[in-house]
């Protein structure tokens, strides 16, 4: 990922920032059929490629993957290991 520094660097632009925003329409996740349309969405973005995107579509992802991390969380939880399970793993 590129560095915030580097990204502090680049002055956001508002209207071309908000232009992408009125075209994704980013919200709150609540259905696995939104969730997929967000994954499709950075998908599309980061096929750029990172040095490719702008200031307002690296800040836009950023936000999409926030979003898509908290649904994914919610919904699809990590089951905690117990050390020695972990410990047999390991050990293979």
Same mark, same amino acid.
């Not at 990172?50 to 992802?61: A, D, G, I, P, Y």
């Not at 905690?80 to 399970?85: G, L, N, R």
């Given at each position: 990922m590129i560095a915030a520094a580097d990204l502090n660097r680049k002055k956001l632009n508002r209207r071309k920032?908000?232009?992408l925003l009125a075209r994704v329409q980013p919200h709150v996740i609540r259905t696995e059929r939104e969730n997929e349309r967000m994954l499709a969405q950075v998908w599309e973005l980061i096929k750029k490629g990172?040095?490719?995107?702008?200031? *307002?579509?690296? &800040? #836009?992802?950023?936000?999409?993957? @926030?979003?898509? *991390?908290?649904? &994914? #969380?919610?919904?699809?939880?990590? @089951?905690?290991?117990?050390?020695?399970?972990?410990?047999?793993?390991v050990a293979c």
């Open positions: 920032y908000g232009e990172e040095r490719n995107l702008t200031r *307002e579509e690296l &800040e #836009l992802v950023e936000m999409m993957s @926030a979003l898509i *991390e908290q649904f &994914e #969380l919610e919904h699809y939880p990590v @089951a905690a290991v117990p050390p020695s399970a972990v410990s047999r793993l």
